[in-house]
């Protein structure tokens, strides 16, 4: 799976609760904790996107997945391998 991007934008501190065991953890090992909240949250609005556009798109999914067992690939004729 690919890294997460995070674009830059204006930044705005913010408040977190945190274990404080990792947080000392991460600390003592040198890793920026913003950094790593940002990208995990980065992570998972990506991948809730995901999960959203799957679900609205689901019947359409389901529809065209039916054509194609039904009918065959459209351009299957066409194919080279």
């Keep these: 799976m690919h ?3 995070v674009t830059k934008s204006t ?3 913010t ?7 990792l947080l000392k953890e ?5 890793i920026n904790v913003s950094r790593s909240a940002e990208a995990g949250i980065a992570e998972a609005v990506k991948r ?3 999960e959203k556009w799957l679900e609205d798109n ?10 194609v ?3 065959g690939l459209p351009l299957a004729r066409h194919r080279q391998f």
């Design 48 to 50: 809730h996107k995901q």
């Design 58 to 67: 689901a019947s359409a999914l389901a529809s065209s997945n039916a054509y």
């Design 15 to 21: 408040n977190l609760s945190l274990d404080s065991a």
């Design 69 to 71: 067992e039904a009918n």
């Design 26 to 30: 991460a600390k003592n090992l040198g």
């Design 11 to 13: 930044r705005r501190p």
């Design 3 to 5: 890294a997460v991007e």
